[in-house]
Each structure stands twice: as structure tokens, then as C-alpha cells.
């Protein structure tokens, strides 16, 4: 279904990349995350979210998945309305342009994903379900 999508797209306005697998190394290439589903119910935990912010990197999202229990607008991350390309537009050209703001959501951002996802409770989580 992508594949097709992608066919109505001119092919310079888009670059396909295959999984990498090296995460940490491929949100150090972004000056800006966005992930922006269109409903609160197309994203299940939303680990991208708890990534972008561990690396680093101020972001952009729409409050889906587990968003809405830790994220928040403003302070490690910037929020946007599901679907609006011109409140994205506006959410990226806020982050470009706002030096301070920027780094105030990256600070936060990492500082709430050391106190909500600490790697050992993560750990401990997934050990307790694979020995059920």
C-alpha cells in the first residue's frame, strides 16, 4: 500500500531508506522528529516517541498512542492537531527558528525518558513477560 502511495509522489520529492538498524545513530541525522499520526488510536506504545527524545532531537508529534501520558506541548515537544500539514508547517518553522525553545524540549525531553523509561525497569518489564 505504501509502494503505491509512494507511485503518486514525484520520485525526487522522496527518499526510501530501508530499516535501520542502528537507531541511535539514524535520529542524529535529524534537525527535527516528526511523527504525526492522524488519530489517537493509530499508534500503539509509540516507542519512536521515547527514542526521538532519548537521542536528543526536538519533536514534533500528535498526542496518539502513549503520547498524551507524557507528552507535552511546549515542554519536550511540540504538539499538533491530527491532520493539519499547516500546524505542522508552523510547529517546524517555530522549532527552526526558536534557539532557546529548542533546547528547553531536548533538556526536557531526555530528562522525562530517564525518569519514565529507565533501561533496568524496561528490562525487568520484558523478563517478567517472556517468563509467563
Request: net charge negative.
Amino acid at each position: 500500500e505504501i509502494q503505491q502511495l509512494l507511485q503518486q509522489l514525484p520520485t525526487e520529492s522522496y527518499v526510501e531508506i530501508p530499516f535501520e538498524a542502528d537507531l541511535a545513530n539514524l535520529y542524529q541525522l535529524f534537525d527535527i522528529f516528526l511523527h504525526t499520526p492522524i488519530n489517537a488510536t493509530l499508534e500503539a506504545f509509540g516507542q519512536t516517541y521515547v527514542e526521538a527524545l532519548a537521542a536528543g532531537i526536538p519533536s514534533i508529534f500528535t498526542l496518539s498512542g502513549v503520547a498524551p501520558e507524557f507528552i507535552v506541548h511546549e515542554q519536550n515537544a511540540l504538539v499538533v492537531e491530527y491532520q493539519s500539514s499547516q500546524a505542522i508547517y508552523e510547529a517546524i518553522e517555530k522549532l527552526l527558528q526558536n534557539e532557546l525553545l529548542r533546547k528547553k524540549i531536548v533538556k526536557q525531553g531526555q530528562k522525562d525518558v530517564q525518569n519514565l523509561f529507565p533501561l533496568h525497569t524496561m528490562i525487568q518489564k520484558l523478563e517478567k513477560l517472556y517468563c509467563q
